[in-house]
């Protein structure tokens, strides 16, 4: 969330699994889907309701729930553009989180190091520890950023399926263009 605390954690999955593949076997795309992600009646935002949106990168289809960039090898307006500046402004948080429960709970580095029976309660608990230090403004020590960037080369990132992606979802994309043009530079 925007400050920085899971809401969500499904473990799973092997980390090999493409982003896309995930989310449609969790349970916040059966919530989504069946409509019960997003409180009732939504919100209004611009003079329209609508649904809290989640933020993704280019690996996430792109739902009415889920706002992720323009391609970049598109011919991109300046609105666009806007918008994708934005969006990894937002999405920087997010990154910002996992490098502090990285950094909080190093054991999660070094995951081989326990077994696999073990692992996804080891994350789980790491990450409810680390929303129970954020929620009470904990110290963090920016010393243990240290060290926490990934010792393997990272996958390939796969864009989700063409099929995944909902046609609802470019209007909730443009009226956010919209309200980001309407609020100057940010």
């Not at 920085?4 to 989310?23: I, R, Y």
């Not at 003079?47 to 323009?70: F, N």
């Not at 402004?89 to 502090?100: C, M, P, Q, T, Y």
Request: glycine share 4%; aromatic share 10%; with cysteine.
């Amino acid at each position: 969330d925007g400050l920085g605390q899971f809401w969500d954690v499904s473990t799973a999955f092997p980390g090999s699994m493409e982003n896309s593949a995930v989310l449609e076997s969790s349970s916040l795309w059966v919530l989504a889907k069946e409509g019960r992600l997003c409180p009732n009646p939504p919100k209004h935002f611009m003079g329209k309701a609508q649904k809290y949106v989640l933020l993704g990168d280019a690996t996430y289809p792109l739902q009415d729930w889920i706002l992720k960039p323009y391609q970049e090898d598109e011919n991109l307006t300046q609105r666009q553009l806007q918008f994708n500046y934005r969006l990894k402004r937002a999405h920087s948080v997010i990154e910002n989180a996992f490098l502090r429960l990285k950094a909080r709970w190093q054991i999660l580095l070094k995951c081989d190091d326990c077994s696999l029976e073990l692992l996804p309660t080891l994350v789980l608990a790491c990450c409810i520890l680390h929303n129970v230090c954020e929620a009470h403004d904990n110290p963090f020590n920016e010393e243990w950023l240290e060290g926490t960037e990934p010792t393997e080369l990272p996958k390939p990132c796969q864009p989700a399926p063409a099929a995944m992606e909902d046609d609802r979802a470019e209007q909730v994309r443009e009226l956010m263009c919209q309200y980001f043009e309407s609020c100057g530079e940010g």
